[in-house]
């Protein structure tokens, strides 16, 4: 007979005190410090349902969360804290509360800083149990009608996800694994591979969210083996781009975006390690990985399903709450394989032809030149033929030699009219294009090219 599934589930794993669970700037922070701070912080929250937790710094992010769940409240994780955004939730939701530290923005709202100064000593090593049904994070998603739409995890929901990514990863035979990771942990990315996966599993995170390449490559080096970098397509890129010298890896995890195969190629060489993406979304959580050198196929996680019907494409089983529709074209090619086309909302259909923005997107940034890309298809215009346009960030290079390019990539049909070769792209933190923001870019290089 199966075993019964436990009602409760402990906040971290880590069975011995002075097992390390946190590197921060030079000083190893092991699981009986962690608890400390975690309970220290618990005491002196207020008695309010929620709590917004904008902590620059991962290390308090997760005593952040650790001490929301001790307190039995929800943590809020907004997809951006504008002002407008922050208005809005303390309006729904009364006496909320951010937890902030050095690193974190400005919040207009009540804050309590996290200061990380438990006493271990005066801590017993009891690590608390989280009941599975209790909302431990509240993922802020953009709705079809612009509003963001509130996701609800559950902590044992997070912690399957986080043991089944480590399953799907193979980090088993990685003991005491370090991680260090680009993304926020407010992302559901982030939230998932950065946090939860050491949590759940006896590896060691980093505290920081190092951004340019250098400073990417001396946290990296200041970790001990096994190590893990957990980035995004954007960041390898800037990575492979630079002239630093990689420092060896044991793992590379992408998301966020798909990988350009020869960027996943140079990334494995210059790195010494495999590079590995995640897909997933913050409705459902991680659903599958693959090598992309290996398959171009993704797999899914355990005990994750896929179904489809009519209205496209449903996920299931394991962590994922319930049946969620994905907003995503899958070709299903067995029980566990599939292989995903990019999103719905992405599909451009011209003159009876059908492509996707991610397909666009990747043969823009394989040529030789362009750094970074991203393709825009304006809004439907019932006078004329609505065409695709691009940004190029391709220092050297011409819209021309770019555009004869894309000419022997994709139909004709879907070169970008125009291509506009910019200084950057409006990446937000987990390096991907918001289309409002390429919307706004359209629109200032059309004031400023305008004629007098």
Not at 197 to 215: E, T, W
Request: hydrophobic share 45%.
């Amino acid at each position: 007979m199966p075993h019964p599934v436990p009602t409760h589930v402990p906040l971290f794993v880590h069975t011995q005190p002075d097992t390390p669970i946190a590197f921060s700037r030079g000083v190893t922070i092991d699981a009986h410090r962690y608890l400390a701070d975690v309970r220290a912080l618990a005491d002196r929250l207020p008695d309010t349902p929620d709590v917004l937790n904008a902590c620059g710094d991962r290390y308090s992010f997760a005593v952040g969360l650790g001490a929301a769940l001790v307190r039995g409240q929800r943590t809020l994780l907004p997809a951006n804290h504008a002002p407008a955004t922050l208005d809005r939730l303390a309006r729904e939701h009364p006496g909320l509360h951010a937890l902030t530290d050095r690193l974190g923005p400005e919040m207009a709202l009540p804050c309590i800083g996290v200061a990380c100064d438990g006493d271990p000593k005066a801590t017993p090593f009891d690590v608390p149990a989280i009941p599975r049904e209790r909302v431990a994070a509240v993922l802020f998603t953009s709705g079809s009608t612009g509003e963001p739409v509130p996701t609800a995890k559950s902590w044992g929901a997070l912690v399957t996800s986080g043991c089944s990514e480590a399953a799907a990863l193979d980090l088993g035979a990685l003991p005491r694994l370090a991680i260090l990771g680009t993304v926020p942990p407010q992302h559901s990315y982030g939230l998932e591979s950065t946090v939860l996966l050491p949590l759940q599993n006896g590896f060691a995170l980093d505290a920081g969210r190092p951004f340019f390449p250098a400073d990417v490559c001396a946290a990296l080096a200041a970790l001990p083996r096994p190590r893990m970098l957990v980035t995004t397509p954007v960041h390898l890129r800037a990575l492979c781009a630079s002239d630093e010298v990689l420092p060896g890896a044991d793992l590379v995890l992408s998301a966020t975006a798909p990988l350009a195969p020869q960027l996943a190629a140079e990334a494995e060489q210059r790195f010494h390690a495999p590079v590995k993406e995640i897909y997933g979304c913050s409705e459902a959580g991680q659903l599958a990985t693959r090598r992309l050198l290996g398959s171009a196929q993704w797999r899914l996680m355990r005990d994750v399903s896929l179904r489809q019907d009519e209205l496209g494409t449903w996920a299931s089983g394991g962590h994922v709450p319930g049946n969620i529709l994905l907003a995503d074209v899958i070709e299903l090619v067995d029980r566990q394989h599939f292989i995903l086309h990019g999103r719905t909302a992405d599909l451009v259909n011209i003159a009876g032809k059908r492509t996707s923005l991610a397909h666009l997107d990747l043969q823009l940034n394989t040529i030789d030149g362009v750094q970074d890309g991203a393709f825009l298809m304006p809004d439907e215009d019932s006078e004329r033929v609505v065409r695709p346009m691009a940004f190029a960030v391709a220092p050297g290079r011409t819209a021309r030699e770019i555009l004869a390019a894309l000419q022997q990539r994709i139909d004709p049909a879907f070169l970008p009219r125009p291509l506009h070769l910019v200084d950057a792209l409006p990446r937000n933190a987990t390096g991907k294009v918001p289309r409002e923001a390429l919307m706004a870019l359209a629109a200032r290089l059309r004031t400023h090219r305008a004629p007098p």
